[in-house]
């Protein structure tokens, strides 16, 4: 299982991390990240499972003995962790189509079965809504792409009036290891 590496540096023992733990199932789950805190950005993601914190393994550990070790540290902390993959990340991302002739600025194309974005419009609709190149377009306006081709994806999005919301998903496979500090 990919796992997450993010080290942050503590001033004082007083210095806070904002970051909370659970224990779930017999291991420490992250269940917040403050967006202001030490570890805000660092490539943690709440629902993830904390292995180690400082190189202490958190085997058979409660959440308030993760939450010691995190609160008695000073200097660099370093919290080890893996993520349920299983679950992966998508993007909605909805716009507003004034009529059947409007651009989206949009291309996607069949690839291994799923229909892919290849192209997004700097001046589009779709620019700048979180969708990016590569992802898979796993539904239009709520209609399932599966088994469908890139002709009848695109007609889904020309011949659609006011909403057009597409939910794809990122190729997750690439960001098997990040590593922050």
Do not use: P, Y
């Not at 490539?43 to 190189?55: D, S």
């Amino acid at each position: 299982e990919a796992s997450t590496s993010a080290t942050v540096h503590k001033a004082t023992q007083q210095t806070q991390c904002g970051i909370g733990v659970k224990l779930q199932n017999g291991s420490v789950i992250i269940t917040s990240i403050a967006s202001n805190g030490l570890f805000a950005n660092k490539g943690l993601k709440v629902g993830m499972t904390v292995k180690t914190i400082n190189n202490v393994s958190l085997r058979g550990k409660t959440a308030a003995e993760a939450t010691q070790l995190i609160k008695g540290a000073v200097g660099q902390v370093t919290i080890v962790a893996t993520g349920s993959r299983a679950v992966e990340a998508s993007t909605s991302a909805t716009v507003h189509k004034a009529t059947q002739q409007t651009q989206c600025g949009i291309g996607v194309k069949l690839q291994n079965g799923s229909v892919i974005i290849t192209s997004i419009a700097s001046n589009g609709l779709f620019a700048n809504k979180g969708l990016k190149v590569g992802m898979t377009v796993k539904t239009i306006n709520n209609v399932s792409l599966r088994g469908k081709t890139a002709a009848e994806a695109t007609q889904l999005i020309k011949g659609a009036v006011g909403q057009v919301t597409i939910v794809a998903t990122g190729s997750r496979a690439v960001e098997a290891s990040t590593s922050a500090t």
